[in-house]
């Protein structure tokens, strides 16, 4: 997750808030000439810790085994945690990180609905690869 803006949790209910229109997509893992293309979905959240709030967007991994966030958003909602080193396996292979774990909650952007996420790892650096695809591209 990466910060979009930062809002203080404390911020009045009619204050104005921009309208962010959010579909998630699914598609099945492409292997052509051995290279490999997974699609994620990308939804926009409100990630909250104690009183901090800030509007963000979040990776939808249903492989992940844990819940990851960047260090530049744990930064603004000013988190707190242990630390730790902890060996994270990707697809391109396996990496030693020290990274701090804490506990976040995740929530719809109109407040619908959220849930506590726990534990939360918070890296120093999150490495994805982006990549734009348009509509075609991604009905089967």
Same mark, same amino acid.
């Given at each position: ?5 930062? !809002?203080?949790? @404390? /911020?009045?209910?009619?204050? &104005? ?5 959010? %579909? ?33 967007? !979040?990776?939808? @991994? /249903?492989?992940?085994?844990? &819940? ?5 958003? %744990? ?66």
């Amino acid at each position: 997750m990466y910060p979009v803006n930062s !809002a203080n949790g @404390d /911020s009045p209910s009619g204050e &104005s808030q921009e309208r962010v229109n959010a %579909s998630v997509h699914s598609a099945a893992v492409s292997i052509q000439a051995n290279s490999y293309h997974v699609l994620c979905a990308v939804v926009p959240v409100k990630v909250s810790f104690g009183s901090n709030a800030c509007r963000t967007f !979040a990776l939808l @991994d /249903s492989g992940a085994e844990v &819940s990851v966030m960047s260090e530049t958003l %744990s930064r603004r909602l000013k988190m707190t945690g242990l630390k730790r080193s902890l060996n994270i396996r990707t697809i391109s292979g396996v990496s030693q990180v020290t990274a701090v774990e804490s506990e976040c909650v995740i929530s719809a952007e109109d407040g619908s609905n959220s849930f506590h996420v726990d534990p939360v790892i918070v890296v120093p650096k999150l490495n994805l690869a982006l990549r734009c695809s348009s509509r075609k591209d991604i009905k089967s």
